[in-house]
């Protein structure tokens, strides 16, 4: 099965910003990166680093190296409009998810289910503990 390293320095490169981008997607919604959803997806990115998916572990921890930075330097590239830095985020997923597809379907599958839980976290990084108490679960129109 195809590793990371098997890509070539440039696809490698832009693959590890794929936390960050799925992050500053999730934080989009409420119109770009704020601290508490920087702080989430950057303890998010280090607790990934040793309860993933043992297929991604080499990623994570080289991707836990560099994600604040990371994450602060693309933030800073976007747009402030919602629209546009909408736009040119999924444009580099696009492109991610091609160099993605060159790791296999296995590898890809286990990817998304991971980024997934970056888009999920981030985008609640906002609900306090009050919230959780009085609607413990999740329901659709009121915490989601």
Partial sequence: MPTLKDLNEQEKEQLLKFPAYISLLAASAEGG???QEKKAAVKLTHIKTFSCDPLLSDFY???DKHFETTITELNDTFSHNRQEREKAIKKE???LEAILRKLGNQYAAVMHRSLKSYKDHVS???RNVLEYFIFPMPIEGITD
């Fill in 33 to 35: 990166l704020d601290k």
């Fill in 61 to 63: 921890a080289t991707v």
């Fill in 93 to 95: 997923l696009n492109k």
């Fill in 124 to 126: 609640k990084a906002h």
